[in-house]
């Protein structure tokens, strides 16, 4: 696989592909679900799967005690932590449910719980979500146990009891260490706290430690996000995630508390995203894909240097592409050909479990095209390149007539140097893999038919 350019982006190459687009966690994208495909359909799907092969499952906890102003996730914003028990119980109820579509306990290689803050809830509360897990479903030794951590929320020895729990990865949420940033978006956490967490995480054995960052939220400069980028590479988390902030008030409703004029210009994001890349790959990180980052020895930067990436809701994963059930209010299923949704709102999750049903409402079943389509894209993501023989061989499609429009307008992306066009492959240069998710939308068939993407963030 090709090594990563450390060489500084082009501003022109950045502006040209500074347009919105999918991340690309699934194919076709979940914007495309559809309300005939609910329980019974995902039932049927849970059924022809069984308990052989390895799952996935990812748990989403919908609570939070305070408001962050950018956040666009599925969540409930409360300070009443009773809330959660009932919550459990429902959760309970639909691992009963799927436990009993699939025909008994499947193994599990990857558990991770979202949010929300999981750490919303109390440590007898997370004692029997993992009991609850481990009695409908058969943790792997080995497995990745992974878990969202807000740290405004935990301490030394709330840590300490994850690890007791089997957790192993700590995702932190940061976003940005300057104290004028948080505060305009309503998340106060010194880096000194941040700092200590990290540290106890470390000597209680935690695997694997990752960061989450945001820039072009309101009041970042270059100059302020690069200080922060230093704090962020100076606490050597194994794994960075850098997104770029979408407002986009008018689906938020929390993002209407921003003030548009604090947001910095695009000339400023696209300088922050370059200046970031740099510091980091000069602090010795691996660029992994899109905005993710990891140290040279992770699991992660092992993948893709042997070409064994995949990705999944969660995002890029060292996990073999295998199905991937979620739990709890809006988590979304991949099994097999098909996705499925849960209901976005408490009290439609709830009023499908008191009777007793699966509380999907919607979903999709892939047809043969978007199957080969799926291929292709994830083979672009995560490899970086496609050779055309895979693909015929696995789907019985002539590659180049199949994607004779698609491979047209590759010409223009090769000219750029962001792709290689060999006589049977395509290959994502490395410059290019900065911009993958613009190769990626050439084949979405969905994305080309459709001109207005604001419903997506930035693809840069």
Not at 24 to 40: G, I, K, L, N
Not at 85 to 99: H, K, N, Q, S, T
Not at 285 to 310: C, E, N, S, T, W
Not at 384 to 408: H, M, N
């Amino acid at each position: 696989m090709a090594a990563v350019t450390d060489k500084p982006l082009d501003p022109e190459l950045l502006r040209r592909h500074d347009v919105a687009g999918p991340r690309y966690t699934s194919y076709p994208t979940a914007d495309r679900f559809v309300e005939a495909h609910q329980a019974p359909q995902h039932l049927q799907a849970l059924a022809l799967r069984g308990t052989i092969q390895p799952l996935s499952v990812y748990v989403h906890i919908p609570f939070c005690e305070q408001l962050c102003y950018y956040c666009a996730c599925n969540k409930i914003i409360t300070r009443h932590h009773e809330r959660a028990r009932p919550y459990l119980d429902l959760l309970g109820v639909e691992m009963d449910l799927v436990a009993e579509a699939l025909g008994g306990a499947a193994p599990v290689s990857q558990l991770h719980l979202g949010g929300g803050s999981p750490t919303f809830l109390s440590d007898d509360e997370l004692s029997l979500l993992m009991d609850m897990l481990r009695r409908r479903f058969r943790l792997l030794p080995g497995a990745e146990l992974s878990i969202e951590v807000d740290p405004r929320t935990v301490d030394a020895a709330r840590l300490a009891h994850l690890r007791m729990l089997g957790f192993n990865r700590l995702s932190f949420g940061v976003q940005d260490f300057d104290a004028g940033v948080q505060k305009a978006v309503h998340r106060v956490q010194p880096l000194e706290s941040v700092a200590a967490l990290m540290q106890s995480a470390r000597e209680l054995g935690f695997a694997s430690l990752s960061v989450d960052l945001i820039y072009g939220l309101p009041l970042q400069t270059p100059a302020s996000f690069a200080r922060t980028i230093a704090q962020v590479a100076g606490l050597r988390p194994d794994r960075i995630a850098m997104y770029a902030y979408a407002h986009l008030p008018q689906r938020f409703k929390p993002q209407r508390r921003i003030v548009a004029e604090l947001l910095p210009p695009a000339g400023d994001k696209l300088a922050m995203l370059s200046g970031a890349i740099s510091a980091l790959l000069g602090e010795g990180y691996a660029y992994i894909g899109m905005d993710h980052f990891a140290l040279p020895g992770d699991p992660l930067a092992v993948a893709k240097r042997q070409g064994l990436l995949h990705r999944n809701f969660q995002g890029y994963s060292t996990q073999p592409d295998c199905d991937l059930v979620g739990l709890g209010v809006s988590a979304i299923s991949r099994v097999g050909a098909t996705y499925a949704q849960n209901a976005k709102t408490l009290a439609d999750y709830e009023d499908a479990l008191n009777q007793r049903q699966l509380p999907v409402q919607r979903g999709l079943a892939l047809n043969r095209d978007d199957l080969v389509r799926r291929a292709v894209i994830m083979a672009l993501m995560c490899q970086g390149r496609l050779e055309f023989e895979s693909i015929a061989t696995s789907y019985l499609v002539d590659v180049q007539a199949y994607f004779a429009p698609e491979l047209e307008r590759l010409v223009a992306l090769a000219a750029q140097g962001l792709v290689a066009l060999e006589p049977g492959a395509i290959q994502v240069t490395p410059l290019g893999w900065y911009f993958v998710r613009a190769v990626a939308m050439v084949f979405d068939r969905y994305c080309q038919a459709d001109a207005g993407r604001e419903r997506f963030s930035k693809i840069i």
